[in-house]
């Protein structure tokens, strides 16, 4: 007998993983796979020999770098509930693709290194998660090296980000003084065993909890350490708030585990803590025929929206697919999906489930499930689909640049081939294309110059073309909204500072900040807008 809607979407679990870069989030990502019986050994698939790669950096230039620039998809069952798992990319550079993912999340694990605390790019996601009302977990990573002290970073917690914490567990010591954690609900000591990260496959992992009061404690604690984490407990559990899910799930409070991901400390524990309190999916905001309405998970129709698209997964078939986070309805092989904004009908007849770059069919799935949906540029990031083609969930917004160049291709045979692949990245939301009105060279927009190096090097790698990136005579770009008169008497009188984005859109491109607050004043019925709903 199949299950109802409603009950396979409680049984989901969608969250985020977001951080500074370098606080540890892809090592979490690899040992909650691990953790999740997903993978054989963190950094390796189950049964694919010594080849040691992370699952969630799939990229070429990720693994070369060490750095994550694209948000993956990694789906798992564990202890009766189904994860679907987002990493997002840390470094600056690449927060539009983070803000696009995390409008898929119900949740978010915010990572913190336990040495640094809260870093600019940590606060910069926070405020979205914010934005959107997903309750965020905080895990303090790397408490094997030294860290600050543990009621400090839970002030700055605190203060910076106006959340309650309340901490599950407590650290005993950190960097060589690191012996484990208390378990604050159950008095249960978790010791730390020092040599997991390196070890051999048959060492033993960290020892069993134990009493915390019983007799075993002193195998792993002196009594100075027995009575510093005792006293420390106490203040904790006397001076923060007890942990309340109802709080965590309107957003006032975050439950605090402290670990380290390397040695596959207190990761366990994390994926605990995501199976009992994490949200399943909840009811969203949409339109239907101009209207307001909420779209529940355990809604007949089968509804969903694209978060992200993604071209040259496999490089030897030129895919391109569309991840979709389904809202409501059994999604089955073979069903046919509505485009809302297009009419189009698609016969979604190969969905695919994602471990990373791994993929395997998709036979059915549910509210709270990402799918991906090969095709050749039919979908769009922001795209709502639905049985119906009537419903239409927020789009996703694309930010004005904050850099501007020229790009064009060392072989001037291959301009052709060039034009359809900054389309391709383009469509995947990576950068933003402009076409100026007079002129034959791209302008390419990005948030950050690695945007940039990571281009030239996917141009390269899936497209086999050299490219050369110049600097632009253009410094901002705004899209113009206004009269349709009022826009056409803008644009006969700036045509060679006018392009048109990815959708036909017109664009206005300044040469510098002060021409476009000049313009802005002189045209006061155009509005200049920084940003720009997608589909």
């Keep these: 007998m199949t299950t109802s809607p409603a009950a396979e979407a409680a049984r989901r679990r969608t969250f985020a993983i977001i951080s500074h870069p370098d606080a540890g989030k892809t090592t979490l990502t690899e040992n909650l796979l691990l953790a999740g019986g997903a993978i054989r050994a963190a950094g390796a698939v189950r049964a694919r020999g010594e080849n040691r790669r992370t699952r969630s950096d799939w990229m070429k230039i990720e693994r070369e770098r060490g750095i994550s620039v694209s948000a993956s998809v990694m789906t798992f069952d564990h202890a009766g509930l189904m994860f679907n798992l987002l990493d997002t990319p840390g470094h600056e550079d690449?927060?539009?693709?983070?803000?696009?993912?995390?409008t898929a999340a119900d949740a978010a694990v915010m990572v913190l290194?336990?040495?640094?605390?809260?870093?600019?790019?940590?606060?910069?996601?926070?405020?979205?998660c914010r934005l959107r009302d997903i309750p965020i977990i905080t895990f303090i990573n790397k408490m094997d090296r030294e860290a600050q002290d543990p009621f400090e970073l839970?002030?700055?917690?605190?203060?910076?980000?106006?959340?309650?914490?309340a901490p599950l567990y407590w650290p005993a010591g950190s960097g060589g003084r690191f012996k484990g954690m208390l378990d604050l609900r159950r008095q249960q000591f978790l010791p730390f065993h020092k040599r997991v990260g390196g070890a051999k496959d048959d060492d033993e992992g960290h020892p069993a909890p134990i009493a915390f009061k019983g007799n075993a404690i002193v195998s792993y604690l002196d009594p100075d350490e027995q009575e510093e984490l005792s006293e420390n407990a106490e203040l904790a559990a006397?001076?923060?708030?007890?942990?309340?899910?109802?709080a965590f799930l309107e957003g006032h409070m975050t439950p605090v585990f402290f670990g380290s991901?390397?040695?596959?400390?207190?990761?366990?524990q994390l994926l605990e803590g995501l199976g009992a309190y994490a949200p399943p999916p909840k009811s969203v905001k949409a339109t239907k025929g101009?209207?307001?309405?909420?779209?529940?998970?355990?809604?007949?129709?089968?509804?969903?929206?694209?978060?992200?698209v993604q071209a040259n997964m496999d490089p030897n078939h030129r895919d391109r697919i569309a991840f979709l986070k389904l809202c409501s309805g059994r999604f089955a092989r073979g069903m046919k999906l509505k485009v809302q904004n297009t009419g189009?009908?698609?016969?979604?007849?190969?969905?695919?489930?994602?471990?990373?770059?791994?993929?395997?069919?998709?036979?059915?799935a549910y509210a709270g499930d990402v799918i991906g949906i090969p095709n050749h540029g039919v979908l769009r990031v922001g795209?709502?689909?639905?049985?119906?083609?009537s419903l239409r969930f927020a789009g996703l917004p694309n930010f004005a640049p904050e850099i501007l160049q020229r790009v064009r291709v060392k072989d001037p045979l291959k301009a052709k081939h060039l034009k359809k692949a900054l389309e391709s990245l383009a469509e995947e939301g990576v950068t933003q294309l402009f076409r100026p009105t007079m002129g034959a060279d791209f302008i390419v927009g990005a948030v950050g110059q690695l945007q940039f190096e990571v281009m030239a090097d996917r141009l390269r790698e899936e497209y086999q073309l050299d490219v050369i990136f110049e600097a632009a005579p253009f410094a901002e770009a705004r899209w113009i909204l206004g009269e349709r008169v009022d826009l056409e008497d803008f644009m006969s009188k700036h045509r060679s500072a006018m392009g048109v984005d990815i959708d036909d859109q017109p664009v206005f491109l300044a040469k510098s900040t002060w021409e476009l607050g000049y313009v802005a004043e002189r045209f006061p019925k155009v509005r200049f807008e920084r940003s720009k709903e997608r589909a």
């Design 238 to 246: 006397g001076g923060l708030k007890a942990f309340d899910p109802q």
């Design 94 to 102: 690449f927060s539009e693709d983070t803000y696009r993912t995390l």
């Design 113 to 128: 290194d336990a040495a640094k605390g809260i870093e600019p790019q940590t606060l910069k996601l926070f405020e979205v």
């Design 261 to 268: 991901a390397l040695r596959h400390f207190g990761v366990d």
């Design 290 to 308: 101009g209207e307001e309405t909420h779209v529940a998970p355990g809604d007949r129709e089968v509804t969903g929206f694209v978060f992200k």
């Design 344 to 364: 189009k009908q698609l016969s979604v007849n190969a969905p695919t489930m994602f471990f990373a770059s791994d993929r395997e069919l998709a036979e059915e």
């Design 154 to 165: 839970l002030d700055e917690v605190a203060s910076k980000l106006q959340l309650d914490p």
């Design 383 to 389: 795209d709502s689909l639905s049985e119906s083609g």
